[in-house]
């Protein structure tokens, strides 16, 4: 439980960032920040996953760069299902996917599966014994 909601503050964190930094992404209050970041976790994990499979030859041909207007496009959605979530163009939807994207990626990488959070420790090399 603690995991999904350390993921869902993550989103939250996300959502808030790309509000802040992009014109164009409005999030009106709290509370709908809160209502789209779980509504766009849901939507990341059970449409994004077919829609990525109906478009696969694309998204090859693009070398995957496709999956970044998917992104959009989910970001797009979001923001219709939410009420209190502005999204003004697609320019403002691509840019808030890419850095929506990179925040969760540089947040998800302290936090492991099950919620708990992980640092990187550094080890001393060990000398080979000498024979």
């Known amino acids: ?7 869902w503050s993550i989103n939250l964190l996300a959502l808030v ?5 992009i014109d164009g992404i409005v999030i ?3 509370g709908m920040g ?3 970041a779980g509504i766009l976790g849901v939507v990341n ?4 996953p077919v829609v990525l499979l109906l478009t696969l030859p694309i998204n090859l041909l693009t070398l995957g760069l496709f999956t970044l207007i998917i992104n959009a496009l989910m970001l797009q959605l979001v923001a219709w299902l939410v009420p209190g979530f502005v999204v003004e163009t697609f320019t403002a939807a ?13 947040l ?3 936090v ?3 919620g708990k959070v992980v640092y990187i420790k550094k080890v001393e090399g060990r000398k080979k014994d000498e024979e």
């Open 34 to 36: 809160i209502v789209a």
């Open 112 to 114: 492991s599966g099950d």
């Open 28 to 30: 009106q209050s709290i």
């Open 45 to 48: 994990a059970v449409i994004r």
């Open 1 to 7: 439980m603690f995991g999904f909601l350390l993921r």
């Open 17 to 21: 960032t790309a509000g802040i930094f």
């Open 94 to 106: 691509l840019l808030g996917a890419l850095l929506i994207s990179l925040t969760s990626w540089l």
């Open 108 to 110: 998800n990488l302290f």
